[in-house]
């Protein structure tokens, strides 16, 4: 069974830093893409970034790019976002999700990242 | 990266038909074959219901289909049941490795 963990998620000051981790299990996690979707409570989803399989290459959302970096451990079975200078626009439920491509197959439950204050 | 458009909401009675609709631009939507649908219950993770414009991952029932025509992707649930009752988003690869999502729907099940 696929099974997608985030965590590292909390409360961080604007101008602040957090790094969220995704800890996969039940699938061959090397060989798939790995994507961040964000979601404001009571809002829509927006795609954050995605990692290719080796984390040669990344892509970004044009809100985060140059604030947020996505990378992997494969040994580990692990997606990484390091997030810094946050704005209070970034708060959201972040979710790490896998898939061949551009499509989600299977989605974490999310963490909470509050920026205030 | 604009957002796809969905409409805001939809109903239907159980066992009817109805559709959703997504609408892009040329450089996304009506571009690529790579569209997807999501649902999502209250305080749950999002589920993929539709994959490249049509597809239907294993689990998935039959009554939920999905098209495109031009810049415009459709989700058709048929035979409505109360557990459909959910948001839905459309997402589709907006190219340059980016993807974007549509703003939701929210069906409701009279």
């Known amino acids: 069974e696929v099974q997608l963990v985030e965590s590292g998620g909390g409360v961080v000051q604007p101008g602040g830093s957090l790094r969220l981790s995704c800890a996969a299990s039940?699938?061959?996690?090397?060989?798939?893409?790995m994507h961040w979707v964000r979601q404001v409570p009571g809002r829509g989803l927006v795609w954050v970034s995605r990692s290719n399989t080796d984390g040669s290459g990344t892509s970004y959302a044009d809100s985060v790019k140059g604030r947020f970096t996505a990378s992997r451990d494969n040994a580990k079975n692990t997606l990484y976002l390091q997030m810094n200078s946050l704005r209070a626009e970034d708060t959201a439920v972040y979710y790490c999700?896998?898939?061949?491509?551009?499509?989600?197959?299977?989605w974490g439950q999310g963490t909470l990242v509050t920026v205030s204050s | 990266q604009s957002a796809l458009t969905q409409p805001r909401s939809v109903s239907g009675s159980p066992g009817q038909s109805v559709t959703i609709s997504c609408t892009g631009t040329s450089s996304d939507v009506g571009g690529y074959n790579y569209v997807s649908w999501y649902q999502q219950h209250p305080g749950k993770a999002p589920k993929l219901m539709i994959y490249?414009?049509?597809k239907r991952p294993s689990g998935v029932p039959d009554r939920f289909s999905g098209s495109k025509s031009g810049n415009t992707a459709s989700l058709t649930i048929s035979g409505l049941q109360a557990e459909d009752e959910a948001d839905y988003y459309c997402c589709s690869y907006a190219g340059s490795y980016k993807v974007v999502f549509g703003g939701g729907t929210k069906l409701t099940v009279l």
């Open positions: 039940g699938f061959t996690f090397s060989s798939y893409w």
């Open positions: 490249d414009v049509s």
């Open positions: 999700a896998m898939g061949p491509s551009y499509q989600f197959d299977n």
